[in-house]
């Protein structure tokens, strides 16, 4: 589980408890049903409307990556590439053919698979600069429902407020003693729709975009490898090369790692 994303959540849902503790708010003075149905199910609703109906009943699957680790070691894969790139120098590139089904990733199964075939190095990088847009595209129409979600949250809360507003406000000539407890009661729509943006919508569609610059990162460092290979660029100039990718704090420390592999150059 992502710890940065749950210590979060956690410390926003503590922050509002010992607020609403703080503030002496009474709890139930902060549940409303029927402002939970104007926000919550309005804002779904249009959310729902402006999204296809096959990404609205998966979306509990994307929501759950905001909650994963993020198991992305791109370490492992610069040693990777720069240990295929040896092979290709002392055997040839159609050696990496014996390698290429144990590879753990697509990406870079398909774009070595090309290279080997003989594929024009601008053609397979194209078809792979493709494939990374392609993800993009996909994964920003996943994350465009939270997005949409964080802008229909508070717009409903608004709606509900001005609903309650409405019925306070034709009720000024006849009793006015419930006039505070309705005008709270008003306000609860508003509250409703800035904690589902706020606390929900917007923190996962940015903890998603997170997950996709990272996932395009690898994938531009495997396709830069690749290439390096297919043009036979010394194995030592190829690590250099995709060090640019590596946090610089763990550079030093994969540059040893490879070296006590036997690494050379």
Not at 111 to 118: E, F, P, R, T
Request: hydrophobic fraction near 45%; charge should be negative; include cysteine.
């Amino acid at each position: 589980m992502d710890k940065a994303y749950m210590i979060g959540f956690g410390v926003a849902i503590g922050v509002l408890v010992l607020g609403v503790e703080a503030s002496g708010v009474a709890w139930g003075a902060l549940y409303d049903l029927a402002s939970m149905f104007i926000t919550f199910g309005g804002a779904t609703a249009t959310t729902m409307m402006q999204n296809p109906f096959e990404l609205t009943m998966n979306i509990h699957k994307i929501y759950k990556l905001a909650w994963l680790k993020n198991e992305i070691d791109i370490n492992r894969y610069v040693l990777q590439i720069v240990s295929l790139s040896e092979i290709a120098r002392r055997e040839g590139i159609l050696a990496l053919e014996d390698h290429v089904d144990k590879l753990d990733s697509k990406f870079l199964t398909k774009a070595l698979q090309m290279i080997i075939d003989g594929t024009d190095p601008e053609i397979a990088k194209r078809v792979m600069r493709i494939e990374i847009e392609a993800l993009e595209a996909r994964h920003a129409g996943n994350r465009g429902w939270f997005d949409t979600l964080a802008t229909m949250g508070p717009a409903f809360g608004m709606l509900g407020t001005l609903i309650g507003l409405v019925g306070m406000l034709s009720n000024l000539g006849g009793d006015t003693s419930g006039l505070g407890k309705a005008m709270a009661a008003a306000l609860i729509t508003t509250l409703y729709g800035s904690f589902l943006a706020n606390v929900f919508a917007i923190p996962t569609n940015n903890k998603l975009k997170g997950r996709t610059g990272d996932e395009v990162t690898l994938m531009n460092m495997l396709l830069e490898g690749v290439m390096s290979i297919q043009a036979g660029e010394n194995p030592k100039v190829i690590m250099d090369k995709l060090l640019c990718f590596v946090d610089p704090s763990s550079r030093d420390a994969l540059i040893k790692q490879r070296e006590a592999e036997g690494g050379g150059g």
